[in-house]
């Protein structure tokens, strides 16, 4: 799995006048970085998994946020469920679950991680922090505002 990245005729060379977020949007020899997660497939097909920023990085492992998601909402006391990063100094990230509960029953950390143990997810994937919310914020298409959410944790870890 990597960053699909491309260039050609139809692909602008650079940001106008903005060298800072060109050095961010393109690779050192020119390719533009889309962002977008991809596997090459048998025949080298590309098949999309994930957009870059639904990624986690923990200690330099790659977690999909969608991934822990699709597990969490296998429980049956779980309603609606994301999953984000949250700022570590010793690993770069952490797994933060949101997780909106069924009938206003809470939901506890040690479920959530029995659950992926009984799904054979890797420990580091496992998340080490849980928050319950009413709603799961969303835009109108029912895209995850996953951005809301990385600044309600920042805030209640400052």
Not at 47 to 53: D, L, P, Q, T, V
Not at 81 to 98: F, H, I, N, S
Not at 113 to 123: D, E, I, N, Q
């Amino acid at each position: 799995m990597g960053e699909l990245v491309y260039k050609g005729p139809g692909v602008i060379p650079s940001y106008f006048r903005n060298h800072e977020i060109t050095n961010r949007g393109f690779t050192k020899d020119g390719f533009l970085k889309t962002g977008d997660q991809f596997k090459i497939k048998e025949d080298n097909l590309l098949s999309f998994f994930e957009r870059s920023k639904d990624i986690i990085i923990r200690g330099g492992y790659n977690i999909s946020s969608q991934e822990i998601e699709n597990y969490l909402l296998e429980h049956p006391g779980i309603q609606d469920a994301a999953v984000t990063g949250m700022p570590d100094d010793l690993l770069g990230e952490k797994v933060c679950a949101w997780v909106v509960p069924k009938n206003g029953e809470p939901i506890f950390l040690p479920e959530i991680t029995s659950l992926l143990f009984k799904k054979g997810v890797a420990r580091y994937k496992h998340p080490e922090r849980i928050e319950q919310i009413d709603t799961i914020p969303r835009n109108s298409v029912g895209k995850i505002l996953k951005s809301i959410l990385r600044k309600k944790i920042l805030k209640q870890l400052h």
